[in-house]
């Protein structure tokens, strides 16, 4: 968890700057020595609708979350538009069906990050961190 929550602090830092990246995918996440977090890739960001986008952000993020926690990916598919599709007609496999070791406190957490509906994630990078925090 400690590196969800750095990986957080990093992209809250960056929204509070008004910039949001455009695809925030787990090989643009680096940890650099003494677990340092980077996020590349920013040559496309934008600056506008900062504040509407960070929600998009919140999703990026959970998903490597699920990733990390099951060892699955959220919706397999053989390419990307059967992923979307899945995405938007399927239920997530609950996390404790992909590992019965996640507590109920972490699935919520996950679950909130990946919300279909982003008015129902949390509003900010830092919001999601809080309930991170709040596993320890």
Do not use: W
């Amino acid at each position: 968890m400690r590196h969800g929550i750095a990986i957080c602090d990093a992209l809250d830092s960056i929204h509070r700057n008004g910039v949001v990246p455009p695809d925030l995918q787990p090989d643009k996440i680096m940890i650099g020595p003494e677990d340092q977090i980077k996020l590349m890739a920013f040559g496309i960001a934008s600056q506008k609708g900062a504040s509407r986008d960070s929600r998009s952000g919140i999703y990026a993020l959970g998903v490597p979350l699920y990733e990390l926690v099951t060892g699955k990916t959220p919706f397999a598919a053989p390419n990307g538009f059967a992923i979307m599709n899945g995405r938007l007609l399927n239920n997530l496999v609950p996390p404790p069906q992909a590992n019965p070791e996640i507590p109920p406190e972490l699935q919520d957490v996950i679950y909130r990050a990946v919300e279909r509906e982003p008015r129902n994630r949390d509003s900010t990078a830092n919001e999601f961190a809080c309930g991170l925090e709040r596993l320890h």
